[in-house]
């Protein structure tokens, strides 16, 4: 029940095209969503987060679609670049006594073609 | 502003040997957690610490552990390393209250 499903693992699209990434989670206590990038030889970087009071939410090229009955959410990238090539993972979390533990997907690694 | 700072960077350790890694957060932020990322299993979660208290702990072996200091810097310590633990760890620093982790580049440990 704490796992977070992740797909695809890998992703190559055209510069200008669509990335989209999807996440599946099982635990309805989850109460929020947030997707991290993660560049070689980095730390993963929050990208954008939703909480599943919202069906959507939108931050430049970025795009979280929530599906609350279906337990899904997704990751959209519009106008992909080669610069948004790395790995997207998505977590989930439910606050418990004010601490957050984040369960993560396994990852998916993009990678946009010039 | 800086952000959350790990030493060491790259690390090399043999089979039984102990390991403590060392995370600077973010100033002002007083919650610290600590993942472990590998390639089979992921990015999994191993403690949070909260004004000096572990507030959850992910479900890892009692050889995983770690403390934090009233400045809010954090160290977490493995004991007799095995080649499984080979993995990068992950240090990352939130405010109080808000679920907005920042995360450092992490500690790469070799085990041997």
């Known amino acids: 029940q704490q796992q977070v499903k992740q797909s695809p693992q890998s992703l190559i699209v055209q510069k200008g095209g669509i990335s989209i990434i999807n996440c599946a989670y099982e635990?309805?206590?989850?109460?929020?969503f947030p997707w991290y990038q993660q560049f070689p030889g980095k730390g993963p970087a929050l990208l954008i987060a939703?909480?599943?009071?919202?069906s959507e939410k939108k931050e430049g090229r970025f795009t979280i679609s929530f599906n609350k009955s279906a337990k899904q959410f997704s990751l959209h990238i519009m106008d992909s670049q080669p610069g948004d090539s790395a790995t997207y993972f998505c977590?989930?979390?439910?606050?418990?006594?004010?601490?957050?533990?984040?369960?993560f997907g396994s990852g998916t690694r993009l990678l946009v073609r010039p | 502003k800086a952000g959350v700072t790990q030493t060491p960077r790259y690390l090399i350790k043999t089979r039984g040997q102990q390991v403590t890694l060392s995370c600077s957060p973010i100033s002002g932020h007083r919650s610290v957690s600590w993942y472990q990322q590998t390639p089979g299993q992921g990015l999994q979660f191993l403690f949070e610490y909260f004004s000096e208290t572990q507030r959850n702990k992910g479900n890892f072996p009692g050889r995983f552990s770690g403390r934090q200091f009233s400045n809010s810097r954090s160290e977490m310590n493995v004991s007799t390393l095995e080649l499984g633990d080979s993995a990068l760890y992950l240090c990352?620093?939130?405010?109080?209250?808000?679920?907005?982790?920042?995360f450092g580049a992490g500690s790469r440990l070799t085990v041997l």
């Open positions: 635990n309805t206590a989850f109460d929020y």
């Open positions: 939703i909480r599943p009071d919202v």
């Open positions: 990352a620093s939130s405010p109080e209250n808000v679920n907005v982790l920042t």
């Open positions: 977590a989930a979390s439910k606050r418990r006594d004010s601490s957050y533990k984040l369960i």
